[in-house]
């Protein structure tokens, strides 16, 4: 659904983000997009979305090059970004104007996601919301429009612990073979057993692309109070009642849950070990 090949782009001739880019993002799946601060990864979103151009490359996207910016593009795709913007208008106002630009849009399942986040959508004008009020009313609107690209940018800022609880179980009944759901964050425990698969972005490179499945069939995880012996570590970490540890291998511990953010350090900090191990899969291609 989503083809990018060789794409270069920058902030002007001294700051080249991306140089010979290559990705491929498939229906069906809910991909997390991860990275530290200034990896690229909003910019990259913007490219997609038709908000920034690339200097040269391909960008497709559901048969269509973004920078076209052709309005039947646009009623397929939905990106909600970081900073929100709402207008001085009450929400029924706001979904009278822009509702209708989305063709399959649907107001009963936009009524039942407010009502899971306990929306008041009669309270006042949308702009007097508070941030997380915003939030969700944008998410709500976003998921309501079942685009076939739905594109959320940190997410889960601004919204409370109950209310991530519901955006992790309503984006989970999104996932269908006919959408790709993108998922921008640095909040990787925000979104821990939903995403796969997961992509890392480094200084304008791809470093992993890999879905749960093809990874623990490589590598172990493991929470233990000493280091174990007679493993082929790959990186670990000193935590509260001992360590976190990767090892090269399936199957080696007994541990079934992943530790996201611990995964994220051990590719970032172990790039080469990373990409040996998985060979030329390491950033999704095929």
């Known amino acids: 659904?989503?083809?990018?090949?060789?794409?270069?782009?920058?902030?002007?001739?001294?700051?080249q983000l991306f140089s010979d880019l290559d990705m491929h993002l498939e229906g069906g799946n809910i991909y997390g997009l991860l990275g530290k601060n200034g990896a690229g990864k909003t910019t990259f979103l913007k490219i997609i979305s038709g908000l920034r151009y690339p200097s040269n490359g391909v960008v497709n996207v559901l048969g269509v090059n973004p920078a076209e910016r052709k309005p039947s593009f646009y009623n397929k795709l939905c990106f909600i970004p970081e900073n929100l913007y709402v207008p001085p208008i009450s929400a029924s106002l706001y979904l009278s104007l822009y509702s209708p630009f989305y063709p399959d849009f649907n107001s009963k399942k936009f009524e039942k996601y407010s009502k899971d986040f306990e929306l008041d959508l009669e309270a006042g004008k949308l702009n007097e919301m508070s941030h997380g009020q915003k939030k969700k009313f944008l998410?709500?609107?976003?998921?309501a429009t079942q685009a076939s690209v739905l594109i959320l940018d940190e997410p889960t800022n601004g919204l409370d612990i109950p209310s991530k609880s519901v955006f992790r179980r309503l984006v989970a009944g999104l996932a269908d073979e006919k959408r790709v759901i993108i998922i921008s964050t640095h909040q990787v425990r925000d979104v821990e057993n939903l995403i796969d698969p997961i992509v890392v972005l480094e200084n304008g490179k791809i470093i992993f692309n890999q879905s749960v499945e093809s990874l623990l069939s490589k590598v172990s995880f493991t929470h233990t109070k000493k280091l174990p012996e007679g493993i082929n570590e790959i990186y670990h970490e000193k935590v509260m009642g001992g360590y976190?540890?990767?090892?090269?291998?399936?199957?080696?511990?007994?541990?079934?849950?992943?530790?996201?953010?611990?995964?994220?350090?051990?590719?970032?900090n172990n790039k080469e070990k990373i990409q040996k191990i998985f060979g030329g899969n390491s950033n999704g291609k095929k």
């Open 1 to 15: 659904m989503i083809t990018v090949k060789k794409m270069n782009f920058g902030y002007g001739k001294k700051r």
């Open 139 to 143: 998410l709500a609107f976003g998921m």
């Open 244 to 268: 976190m540890v990767c090892a090269e291998g399936s199957g080696l511990f007994n541990d079934t849950d992943l530790d996201f953010e611990f995964l994220f350090n051990t590719i970032v």
